[in-house]
Every structure is written in C-alpha cells, then in structure tokens.
C-alpha cells in the first residue's frame, strides 16, 4: 500500500518533540508521501529546510485566512519572491481559501486574498490546497472566475452530495479527512459515497481532525489507514483497489510530486 497524506502540518510546533518518530510511523503502514502547506509567510524558509532534510515530505506556499493579517499584500509579495526561486518540493499553492469563522479579515478582504493565490497558481501552473469554511457559496464564484490549469483541492471537504458535485464538475477534488470515520456525519458520507471517486483525495489535517475514537488527541498521518478503512466500506470495495484509487489520484493531482 503506498498512500499520500495531502494535506497535514507536521511543521507545527506540536511536532517538535517526536517528528520524526512521527513520520517513521506514517511511513511504517505505507503513507510515503506528506504534504505540508503553509499557513503564514513567515514559516516558508523553515518549511523548506524541513522538506529538504526528509525525502517524504513535501509542501504548498500560502497564507491560511485564519493567520492572514491586513498587509497581505505584501505578505502575498513574499510568497511570489519565494516561489521565483522555483522550490523543487514545493507542489501546491495553499493553505489559502474563505473562513467565515475565525478569520481576522472581512470577506472582502478574504476574497482578494485568495484571488491573489489563484493568479501564483495560475502563474507556477500548481494545484491549490483550499481551506473552505462556511464558504463554499462563496468560493464557487471565484473558481469560476479564475481558470486554473492546475485546479485544486477542498480540504477537509464537509458539505452536501450536490456541493460536492459543484466542485468536482469545476475539476476540483475533495480532500476526504476524519469526518468521514464518524457515523454521525451522514451528509458528508453520503457527499463522498455518491460523488465520482476520481476525484478523491486523503488527508489528515495533523495535528487536528482526529479521527473517530481519538478525539481529544493529536492526529498524525499514520491515522490515514482508519479514514482509507472508512472509505472502503462507504465504496463498497476492496480496500486493495480503493487504496489503488487513492494513489493515483495523488500522482494525478501532484503531478509535480516525485
């Protein structure tokens, strides 16, 4: 089995004391590939040196709405001058998106934000890794507007059988984390076991969405293998074909992830 964990953020300080641990314990039930994207511009040089440093791992260049301040323009301006110098593990644009929760920013102001992560991705010809909370409505609009070679993915997708069709018929995958190992969270199961499955993606969210039966715990990319379980039996599958299903995916949509 040879799995990639899309979207987790083992550059986070809750790693600190055991990452590498952590890793090799990814690495042990077939998760080869972690993808870290970040959330602020002033964690790029870091992100990239601990990419170097681990063959597995590899990352996006971006500016969470929840940590973005209000002189992201020239935070925006730090992201281009890094991505000029053509980080070789660098695979996606992101964690970028709408968070109309937590964010400091108005709306507005999210919005021309992440319209300046579309115009990298459309530049460096790289996939987003969107962050979408409360805001699909919001964001459909948007990914219309800006036709991305690359598209994207929903992280952490949790919405409606039909909103995930909107996405998906845009060419924009959907991120499948802990939610779906919750029986509760029916709408979301039923969004992933209807949807075309070509357009499927793991992930984690380490070191949060922990998984059912952690709660309250740190989640690490090992915990894959319960969200692939989950997944196989809302398919109806072999777990063999689904996890066959998965890596392809993943080559497809990092298609600069080697």
Same mark, same amino acid.
């Given at each position: 089995m040879v799995l990639t964990d899309s979207h987790c953020h083992l550059d986070f300080a809750a790693f600190d004391d055991d990452r590498d641990e952590v890793i090799g314990r990814a690495k042990a039930v077939g998760v080869t590939k972690m993808v870290i994207p970040s959330v602020c511009h002033r964690s790029l040089d870091r992100l990239h040196q601990l990419c170097q440093s681990h063959s597995e791992l590899f990352y996006g260049v971006g500016i969470h709405p929840r940590f973005a301040e209000p002189n992201f323009e020239d935070a925006l301006g730090t992201l281009a001058q890094f991505l000029e110098s053509k980080p070789d593990k660098c695979v996606a644009i992101g964690e970028c998106g709408i968070?109309?929760?937590?964010?400091?920013?108005?709306?507005? @102001?999210?919005?021309? #934000?992440?319209?300046?992560?579309?115009? #990298?991705?459309? @530049?460096? @010809? +790289?996939? #987003? +890794?969107?962050?979408?909370?409360?805001?699909?409505?919001?964001?459909?609009?948007? +990914?219309?507007?800006?036709?991305?070679?690359?598209?994207?993915?929903?992280h952490g997708f949790s919405g409606s059988a039909q909103m995930a069709k909107e996405f998906v018929k845009r060419g924009f995958y959907l991120g499948v984390g802990g939610v779906v190992t919750y029986e509760r969270a029916q709408k979301t199961r039923q969004a992933i076991a209807e949807v075309d499955r070509n357009f499927l993606l793991l992930e984690t969210d380490s070191p949060d969405m922990p998984v059912s039966g952690f709660q309250g715990m740190r989640n690490e990319p090992c915990r894959i293998q319960l969200v692939l379980q989950a997944v196989t039996e809302l398919l109806d599958l072999p777990c063999s074909e689904v996890s066959s299903l998965f890596s392809e995916n993943s080559y497809r949509f990092f298609n600069r992830l080697v």
């Open positions: 968070d109309m929760v937590s964010s400091p920013l108005s709306l507005e @102001q999210q919005m021309t #934000l992440f319209e300046g992560h579309c115009r #990298l991705a459309t @530049q460096h @010809q +790289l996939p #987003l +890794l969107i962050h979408s909370r409360k805001a699909h409505h919001h964001l459909l609009p948007l +990914l219309d507007k800006y036709p991305l070679p690359a598209k994207g993915v929903i």
